[in-house]
């Protein structure tokens, strides 16, 4: 009875660990207060005269949202995700901190080691903000990717497959997918995190990367988790060239053909603004969400989540395969050896 105690209590904190942490970009403190944000953007966009709290929870939590076929994958996807994906994240972060010794390692080879440098809170406040965009770079650069490569695409298809929005779409994601991110991690930070522990030193790592997190937290407060609802927020025409809105990934989701490959960023939205992807609404839009080109869901249930990504990639490949043009000749054709004349040899 003990050992059972003791398996549910793991089995309760796997799942409800960071659910219930202060400084989860996912906790419950950051979806609540991301919710009483959206209030006033409620009462901006519908008026001052009909609002009220009860109009309100009534608008936020609607019935076909929270109790549709899409809330119910998205929460089995979530299970999955904490009890078995936590190797996933350890994954990141050792990839990266090994790729980034091999760096430093490789520095101290070729230039010999030099006495660390040290720095004060100013210092260690900018290498945290080059990482914190070190890593939102990859994040998007992995979002791109994953819909402008076909076979990628067939993973961030789960993501895409949402036909409702809620928090927990944030979580709606293929391991493929973040394998993926550790990939493109390894080439955005790992080299400054590599350059960053030749000059600073292995004692600057922890202070930094947990800074790099408390700059994630705070944007999770900025009401960054209405970004998977239908609360529309946008931070303006400035603001929204600087950080992603929930407005603008919103408009990330919709099925409408002029919002396609549009705003990509996680955190900042200038990726977006500098490569050519940001969208910029001019007022409020309505909005469908759920992969355009499908009328049919792909993904009703965890298991078709899981294995139909690679179904879907297995047939871009063959296809590719099918429609690729014979290969060139690697040299030109040797001409013709004219036939001999009547009685020669």
């Given at each position: 009875m003990t050992g059972l105690t003791e398996g549910t209590l793991w089995l309760l904190e796997r799942i409800g660990g960071?659910?219930?942490?202060?400084l989860a970009r996912d906790g419950l403190l950051a979806i609540v207060v991301s919710f009483v944000i959206g209030a006033f953007a409620f009462r901006h966009y519908f008026g001052r005269e009909g609002f009220s709290i009860r109009a309100y929870l009534?608008?936020?939590?609607?019935r076909r949202v929270y109790w549709s076929r899409t809330c119910a994958v998205d929460l089995q996807i979530m299970l999955f995700d904490r009890l078995f994906l936590p190797m996933v994240w350890f994954a990141r972060?050792?990839?990266v901190i090994a790729v980034a010794q091999m760096i430093a390692s490789g520095l101290a080879a070729t230039t010999g080691s030099i006495a660390p440098f040290t720095g004060g809170p100013i210092?260690?406040?900018l290498l945290a903000l080059m990482l914190v965009l070190a890593y939102d770079l990859g994040t998007y650069l992995t979002h791109r990717l994953s819909h402008q490569v076909p076979v990628l695409w067939a993973f961030h298809r789960v993501h895409h497959s949402a036909e409702e929005l809620n928090p927990l779409t944030l979580l709606r994601k293929h391991p493929v997918y973040s394998v993926l991110g550790v990939l493109i991690d390894c080439i955005t930070v790992a080299p400054l995190q590599g350059l960053i522990l030749f000059a600073?030193?292995?004692?600057?790592?922890?202070?930094?990367?947990t800074m790099v997190d408390y700059g994630f937290t705070l944007f999770a407060f900025m009401a960054s988790n209405l970004r998977h609802t239908h609360i529309w927020m946008s931070w303006g025409p400035v603001l929204d060239k600087i950080f992603v809105s929930p407005a603008l990934h919103q408009i990330h989701h919709s099925r409408a053909e002029r919002h396609f490959d549009r705003n990509f960023g996680e955190v900042l939205a200038i990726w977006d603004w500098m490569l050519g992807t940001h969208y910029q609404p001019r007022e409020r839009e309505e909005l469908t969400?759920?992969?355009?080109?499908?009328p049919v869901q792909p993904h009703p249930h965890l298991a078709a989540a899981l294995i139909e990504p690679f179904?879907?990639?297995?047939?871009?490949?063959?296809k590719r395969r099918e429609s690729a043009p014979a290969p060139q000749a690697t040299h030109p054709p040797l001409p013709e050896t004219p036939a001999p004349a009547d009685g020669q040899a």
């Open positions: 960071t659910f219930v942490s202060p009534r608008y936020a939590f609607p972060v050792l990839s210092t260690y406040g600073f030193g292995a004692t600057s790592e922890l202070p930094l990367l969400f759920g992969i355009g080109d499908e179904v879907y990639a297995w047939r871009v490949l063959r």
